[in-house]
């Protein structure tokens, strides 16, 4: 019993590692894709060091971009920042809370949620 517990945690263990680099990846893809022709003045205007932002606005006014903007402007070590979209079907089945803790326990730091 004490055997197929093991072996289960580290099935377990193993597909939270690849989601985790699945969300890495999408998340990489798209910061390719963020053109950086045209930034908002209002990018200057947010107090980014602050522990929490909240961004609202309607739909298609660029709220995303302005996220992946700011995410290709800095230089974060690799796996230290990351973008989600609660979008993704992982979140189907999935707490925000347990990503952003399975993100810290990787080395995360800064964790932007849209």
């Known amino acids: 019993m004490l055997e197929m517990f093991s072996r289960l945690n580290k099935i ?10 699945e969300l890495l990846e999408v ?3 798209k910061l390719r894709h963020t053109s ?3 930034i908002r003045s209002i990018m200057d205007d947010i107090n980014w060091d602050a522990r929490l932002i909240g961004i609202r606005g309607a739909r298609g006014t660029g709220k995303t971009t302005l ?4 995410l290709k402007s800095q230089s974060f070590a690799d796996g230290e920042a990351l973008y989600v979209s ?3 079907i992982y979140f189907s089945e999935h ?3 347990c990503l952003a803790r399975d993100f810290m326990k990787r080395g995360g730091k800064y964790l932007y949620i849209d």
Do not use: G, P, S, W
């Open 12 to 21: 377990c263990i193993f597909a939270k590692k690849m989601v985790m680099e």
């Open 27 to 29: 998340f990489k893809l």
């Open 36 to 38: 950086m022709t045209f």
């Open 67 to 70: 996220l992946l903007q700011r």
């Open 86 to 88: 609660l979008d993704n």
């Open 95 to 97: 707490k925000i809370y």
